[in-house]
């Protein structure tokens, strides 16, 4: 992926996933530091394989992603080894960031604490409520300090109070300069996180 240049933390540009069919028409939008873009679509559409692509994790038939900086990726399925301990898997997370010893330890205290499951660090994933996996996956998503999130169905497993708290955390995520890109299916998800909404398989962002 080739870094962005200008304002934007990210751009994708003519982007086309093919599966038997198009999911997706040719997808082009960008996001400013502080903004933040709501993906809503039918079941099927791409909307978690855009947020792949734009992680590296698959890669477009055609068109560009352009990034600046490092990337959050809060995953609907979040594929921790349930085994471990949320502490572990935090340290794993900052390891695969290149972090190491104090460093890495500090920054897993830190993120453990702004998601609130510092009290679930002994605690082995498998322990864990959806929630609080939830918590869990944002903070791994947190620990390389991202300036692009993408956040995928983050919100479902939440209860109300658990809800209002991310979307604090998160806007407080978007006031340091983060642009976030979420897909949910209650659009009351976007409410003070999302300008806009990018609708597939239409190809451009509309205002929210």
Same mark, same amino acid.
């Given at each position: 992926?080739?870094?962005?240049?200008?304002?934007?933390?990210?751009?994708?540009?003519?982007?086309?996933?093919?599966?038997?069919?198009?999911?997706?028409?040719?997808?082009?939008?960008?996001?400013?530091?502080?903004?933040?873009?709501?993906?809503?679509?039918?079941?099927?559409?791409?909307?978690?394989?855009?947020?792949?692509?734009?992680?590296?994790?698959?890669?477009?038939?055609?068109?560009?992603?352009?990034?600046?900086?490092?990337?959050?990726?809060?995953?609907?399925?979040?594929?921790?080894? !349930? +085994?471990?301990?949320?502490?572990?898997? $935090? /340290?794993? =997370?900052?390891?695969?960031? *290149?972090?190491?010893?104090?460093?890495? %330890?500090?920054?897993?205290?830190?993120?453990?604490?702004?998601?609130?499951?510092?009290?679930?660090?002994?605690?082995?994933?498998?322990?864990?409520?959806?929630?609080?996996?939830?918590?869990?996956?944002?903070?791994?998503?947190?620990?390389?300090?991202?300036?692009?999130?993408?956040?995928?169905?983050?919100?479902?497993?939440?209860?109300? !109070? +658990?809800?209002?708290?991310?979307?604090? $955390? /998160?806007? =407080?995520?978007?006031?340091? *300069?983060?642009?976030?890109?979420?897909? %949910?299916?209650?659009?009351?998800?976007?409410?003070?996180?999302?300008?806009?909404?990018?609708?597939?398989?239409?190809?451009?962002?509309?205002?929210?």
């Amino acid at each position: 992926m080739e870094p962005v240049k200008g304002g934007s933390l990210l751009e994708a540009r003519d982007l086309v996933k093919n599966h038997r069919e198009p999911l997706f028409r040719p997808l082009t939008f960008s996001l400013a530091p502080g903004e933040g873009v709501g993906i809503v679509g039918p079941n099927g559409c791409g909307k978690t394989t855009l947020l792949d692509i734009i992680a590296g994790i698959q890669k477009p038939d055609s068109g560009t992603v352009k990034l600046s900086g490092e990337v959050g990726y809060c995953m609907q399925n979040d594929g921790f080894m !349930t +085994s471990m301990t949320c502490r572990d898997t $935090l /340290l794993m =997370e900052a390891a695969i960031c *290149g972090l190491r010893g104090k460093t890495a %330890s500090a920054r897993v205290r830190l993120c453990a604490e702004i998601c609130g499951v510092t009290s679930y660090m002994r605690k082995r994933v498998y322990q864990c409520s959806a929630g609080m996996r939830t918590r869990l996956s944002l903070a791994a998503a947190l620990i390389p300090g991202p300036d692009v999130l993408l956040l995928d169905e983050t919100f479902s497993a939440l209860d109300q !109070t +658990s809800r209002g708290d991310v979307k604090r $955390l /998160l806007l =407080e995520e978007t006031r340091k *300069g983060a642009c976030l890109l979420l897909v %949910s299916h209650n659009k009351d998800d976007f409410s003070g996180l999302c300008a806009r909404l990018l609708r597939l398989p239409e190809s451009e962002a509309e205002p929210l």
